[in-house]
């Protein structure tokens, strides 16, 4: 199964749309095995510049290690809220009939 390259990856979790051949990859990205766990991490991808922003806060590197922490913490808790609509708005933009239920 051919899968994305690590530029259309990113471009994958922040809301772009892959090519037709790579249908496949999403489908098996959507339902199989560890499909939880990737979409946890793609859900957290468009976060990473706001994290990098805390690092650089003055202050000293536990308390900017805290601020990343909450913030992916805040992002986790928010994730099980988003998660169904956001696997609906995949499916439908991959058109993949046999999960569109």
């Known amino acids: 199964m ?3 390259d690590p530029i259309q990856w ?10 037709d051949s790579l249908r496949e990859w999403v489908r098996n990205d959507l339902t199989g095995k560890y499909a939880t ?3 946890i991490v793609r859900g957290l991808v468009p ?11 003055p202050g000293e590197l536990w308390l900017r290690g805290s601020m990343v922490l ?3 913490l805040l992002a986790l ?5 988003t998660d169904p ?4 708005a995949l499916v439908q933009r991959y058109v993949l ?4 239920g």
């Open 77 to 81: 808790l928010y994730w099980p809220a």
């Open 97 to 100: 009939p046999a999960f569109a």
């Open 37 to 39: 766990p990737r979409h």
């Open 70 to 72: 909450l913030a992916v």
């Open 47 to 57: 976060f990473t510049p706001l994290f990098a922003v805390f690092l650089f806060f």
């Open 10 to 19: 990113i471009g994958y979790a922040v809301g772009r749309r892959l090519p």
């Open 85 to 88: 609509a956001a696997e609906r």
């Open 2 to 4: 051919r899968r994305p």
